[in-house]
C-alpha cells in the first residue's frame, strides 16, 4: 500500500467534490456545524468553486492518494493582511474515515506548511469545531495552537 499526496488536477474535481460533501454531512451535526456550514462551508456547486481554486496562484488543493486512489484533501490560501504580512489558511483538510490514521494528513499539512513558508507567510491558520477532539489533536500535533476562540449566541429553538 502507497500512501503520497499531489497538487490536485481538473480530472480530480468530481471526487474532491464527493469528499466535500462527506466533510459536510460529519460536521454539520457536531456543536457549531450548523453555523459553520451555513458561513464557511463551500457552496455547491462545487466543483466550480474548486475549479477556480486550481487556477488561483494564493492556492493551493492537494489530493492524498493510497494506491493512486484519491481518498483525501486539503485546500489552503494566502490571506493578505493590512500590515502587509501574508497568512496561510487552511479551507479544507479531509481524509476519509477507511483512510485515516496512515499519515496522510501529515503528509497533507507538512506540503501546505512548505507552501506557505515558500510564500513568506507568518503563519498558518484553521479551524476546528467544538468538541471535535481528533482535529484538534491533529492540529496541535502539527504544531498549531489556539489563537481565538469565536463565542456564539444561539436565538431560537
Known amino acids: 500500500m502507497e500512501e503520497g499526496c499531489r497538487p490536485a488536477s481538473t480530472a480530480d474535481l468530481p471526487r474532491i467534490a464527493e469528499l466535500n460533501r462527506a466533510v459536510i454531512e ?17 457552496a455547491e456547486p462545487l466543483e466550480d468553486g474548486l475549479a477556480d481554486l486550481l487556477d488561483n ?6 489530493v492524498a492518494t493510497i494506491d493512486d486512489t484519491v481518498v483525501g484533501y486539503a485546500v489552503v490560501h494566502l490571506e493578505y493582511l493590512a500590515d502587509g504580512s501574508i497568512l496561510g489558511v ?63 449566541h444561539h436565538f431560537g429553538p
Open 57 to 62: 496562484p494564493d492556492a493551493r488543493v492537494l
Open 90 to 152: 487552511i479551507d479544507d483538510i479531509f481524509v476519509e474515515e477507511g483512510a485515516r490514521q496512515v499519515g496522510l494528513g501529515e503528509l497533507m499539512i507538512d506540503d501546505l506548511m512548505t507552501w506557505c513558508e515558500e510564500r513568506k507567510c507568518v503563519g498558518m491558520d484553521a479551524m476546528a469545531l467544538p468538541g471535535h477532539r481528533a482535529t484538534k489533536n491533529f492540529f496541535e500535533e502539527s504544531g498549531f495552537t489556539a489563537r481565538q476562540l469565536v463565542m456564539h
Open 26 to 42: 460529519e460536521l454539520s451535526p457536531m456543536r457549531g456545524g450548523a453555523v459553520w456550514k451555513a458561513r464557511e462551508a463551500r
